[in-house]
């Protein structure tokens, strides 16, 4: 006896297609080499934007940084800015690419650490496979294109595989 697939959108379900014509679905787009390079550009565009938001943090930590340094110990902050201008320009080069790399660290774990946090739910990622198949499917089933896709494969002995 053969299996089934049961698609679900939105947790109900829509129809159901043998699990053959399931692995041929994602067969198709896993063979598909325009899916290939629509995925790396995808991951290009969000480590690109990744990059961007890593560059704009550290001028906004500056200032934060700024800010709070000058509220918390005013005097502590002229003196800091008086013996930063004292230095040699070398001196003041190493100083402010030491601070430039030391904030964009600090910029890059602020960027990383919700997409960590959040599941690693990273924003703008698509698969662009996932998307392929279920179109595919909701062109069989005649399905609405709203709504998340859920696929359970159910094999002849009724255990159940995601």
């Given at each position: 006896?053969?299996?089934?697939?049961?698609?679900?959108v939105?947790?109900?379900?829509?129809?159901?297609?043998?699990?053959?014509?399931?692995?041929?679905?994602?067969?198709?787009a896993?063979?598909?080499?325009?899916?290939?390079?629509?995925?790396s550009?995808?991951?290009?565009?969000v480590?690109?934007?990744?990059?961007?938001?890593?560059?704009?943090?550290i001028?906004m930590?500056?200032?934060l940084?700024?800010v709070?340094?000058?509220?918390?110990?005013?005097?502590?902050?002229?003196?800091?800015?008086k013996?930063?201008?004292?230095?040699?320009?070398?001196?003041?080069?190493?100083?402010?690419?030491?601070?430039?790399?030391?904030?964009?660290?600090?910029?890059?774990?602020?960027?990383?650490?919700?997409?960590?946090?959040?599941?690693?739910?990273?924003?703008?990622?698509?698969?662009?496979?996932?998307?392929?198949?279920?179109?595919?499917?909701?062109?069989?089933?005649?399905?609405?294109?709203?709504?998340?896709?859920?696929?359970?494969?159910?094999?002849?002995?009724?255990?159940?595989?995601?």
């Amino acid at each position: 006896m053969n299996s089934i697939a049961r698609i679900y959108v939105n947790n109900i379900e829509v129809g159901t297609l043998m699990t053959s014509q399931y692995q041929d679905i994602r067969k198709q787009a896993f063979e598909d080499w325009r899916l290939y390079v629509l995925q790396s550009l995808n991951i290009i565009g969000v480590l690109l934007h990744l990059c961007i938001q890593v560059i704009r943090g550290i001028p906004m930590l500056w200032f934060l940084g700024a800010v709070l340094f000058e509220l918390t110990a005013p005097a502590e902050a002229a003196s800091v800015l008086k013996q930063l201008l004292q230095l040699q320009p070398t001196a003041q080069a190493h100083y402010l690419g030491q601070l430039l790399w030391e904030t964009g660290l600090m910029s890059l774990c602020l960027v990383v650490l919700p997409s960590v946090l959040g599941a690693l739910r990273v924003p703008g990622y698509l698969n662009v496979f996932d998307l392929a198949i279920n179109r595919k499917i909701r062109e069989i089933l005649e399905v609405p294109a709203e709504g998340t896709m859920n696929v359970l494969v159910l094999s002849a002995e009724g255990t159940s595989e995601k």
